[in-house]
């Protein structure tokens, strides 16, 4: 199939697919003409990525899950779980980050209103 139909297919954009394919996520074949030709498989593989961008996945922990995700079960090796625990533990972090800026801003809101004052404007530059 071509890239178009591999688009219509999946839902995401052929400009994603060359990102992907650039990204050695998904493969091709060229035709004689020189046009992308994929492998009706491909649109299950694409679906799998768009779900592991959507959990916050960066492009080179996705090809490092692929093999194992596409793996069966016996062949699964530890090294799935560990790159999910290091994403897990990324993302905690990241939350703990924005609790920490969460707080530190409805402190500062709450330190700097008086009561019944309208705040002040703020311009930005």
Known sequence: MRIGELADAS??????LRYYEEQGLIRSQR??????DFDSSMVERVVMIQHLFAAGLHSATINELLPCLEASPEERTGVMEQLLAQEVERLEAKRRDIDRELE??????GDTALPGEVPCPVTRL
């Open 31 to 36: 035709t004689p003409g020189g046009w992308r």
């Open 104 to 109: 530190t801003l409805k402190a500062l809101r």
């Open 11 to 16: 839902g995401v954009s052929t400009r994603s």
